[in-house]
């Protein structure tokens, strides 16, 4: 089993709609999670980091189920700008900040 | 949030050359950056960590000889890509941190260095 695994995608959403994404990891020690938006041939731009109590910043939110072991990312409204692919990362276990990454969801939304 | 910058963007080189790529926090101070690679349609892959004033650890199966890392300051820490060879073409990307609430860490990326080996 992969420590980071995500759904490769793509999710193809027409705009307005709303898409949720999940990630699982296999520590269950984990203590840090994100979200990070890449856009084609760009670096991971940090998205939000997720907490227990959850995160949310305008239309996206973030959510921590650590009985199962996943973090979630809920985008609501969707816009044409917002296609890209989403990589969630966790912390490693040797390091409280080194980070594992999945390999990304792809998110294209049309008109 | 902080920003990094990397330098140079793309770089093209002949087999056998050396490439350096420059990783600079501007807006504060990082004694720990980390550089990746990324392979297309692949995930980011952690090569080494590069820490301020001592030497880099390397993630198991990156060789240290061909990928030199220099931390000489606060903000600024060097990839060298030695001997490169075609295979060695990829997206270079580093990263740095900055503490957030509690014991926790963001992780800000530079705008990555497109390296292509001929």
């Known amino acids: 089993r992969k420590e980071v695994e995500q759904d490769p995608g793509p999710f193809n959403v027409p705009e307005g709609a709303t898409v949720a994404f999940n990630c699982t990891y296999s520590?269950?020690?984990?203590?840090?999670f994100f979200w990070y938006r890449q856009d084609c041939r760009k670096e991971p731009k940090l998205l939000m980091s997720v907490y227990s109590s959850g995160n949310e910043d305008g239309r996206f939110t973030a959510q921590l189920n650590r009985a199962s072991q996943y973090i979630s990312l809920l985008i609501r409204d969707s816009k044409l700008s917002d296609s890209a692919t989403y990589l969630c990362?966790?912390?490693?276990?040797?390091?409280?900040?080194?980070?594992?990454f999945g390999s990304g969801t792809r998110l294209l939304v049309r008109p | 949030g902080a920003v990094v910058s990397q330098h140079p963007s793309w770089v093209i080189c002949k087999s056998g050359t050396s490439v350096k790529i420059e990783c600079r926090s501007l807006?504060?101070?990082?004694?720990?950056m980390f550089w990746y690679r990324q392979f297309p349609k692949q995930s980011l892959m952690l090569m080494a960590t590069s820490n301020e004033g001592s030497k880099a650890t390397y993630e198991q199966g990156v060789e240290k000889d061909k990928f030199l890392i220099n931390h000489a300051s606060l903000t600024l820490s060097t990839l060298t890509v030695t001997s490169a060879h075609p295979e060695d073409s990829s997206f270079y990307i580093c990263?740095?941190?900055?503490?957030?609430?509690?014991?926790?860490?963001?992780?800000?990326f530079g705008p990555g260095t497109r390296l292509t080996v001929t």
């Open positions: 807006d504060f101070q990082a004694t720990t």
């Open positions: 990362a966790v912390n490693r276990m040797d390091s409280s900040y080194k980070l594992i």
């Open positions: 520590n269950s020690a984990s203590q840090s």
């Open positions: 990263s740095a941190i900055v503490p957030r609430r509690g014991l926790s860490y963001e992780q800000y």
